[in-house]
Nanobody, 123 residues
Framework: VQLQASGGGLVQAGGSLRLSCAASGRTASTYDMAWFRQAPGKERDFVSGITWSGDYTDYIDSVKGRFTISRDNAKNMVYLQMNNLKPEDTAVYYC?????????????????WGQGTQVTVSS
């Protein structure tokens, strides 16, 4: 599976961005997927996850009510709609495939990663 993340950019606080992750491979739609982010000098952290069917999602507390993860399996796409962005959301955002369970925050369950897309939120 190959992943291509896009949609990042520079936005003012309170603005919105929609990240996209295109997954190649005929089995991509059968995998749970997640978004992570990595701010400068910090660890890569889990942000949001979605099961392969889309019937279950998870978010870290700091983005609940502002971010929405979704997927379109017919297009092999996963999205992260980010609203009311804050400067602390500034990071490189990565999409990832979870193949070894649903402990979303454990990076060991992920074995495919996209290249990342930069999100910068100015105050």
């Amino acid at each position: 599976v190959q992943l291509q993340a896009s949609g990042g950019g520079l936005v003012q606080a309170g603005g919105s961005l929609r990240l996209s992750c295109a997954a190649s491979g005929r089995t991509a739609s059968t995998y749970d997927m997640a978004w992570f982010r990595q701010a400068p000098g910090k660890e890569r952290d889990f942000v949001s996850g979605i099961t392969w069917s889309g019937d279950y999602t998870d978010y870290i507390d700091s983005v609940k009510g502002r971010f929405t993860i979704s997927r379109d399996n017919a297009k092999n796409m996963v999205y992260l709609q980010m609203n009311n962005l804050k400067p602390e959301d500034t990071a490189v955002y990565y999409c990832a495939v979870a193949r070894f369970g649903r402990t979303w925050g454990d990076k060991k369950i992920y074995d495919y990663w996209g290249q990342g897309t930069q999100v910068t939120v100015s105050s």
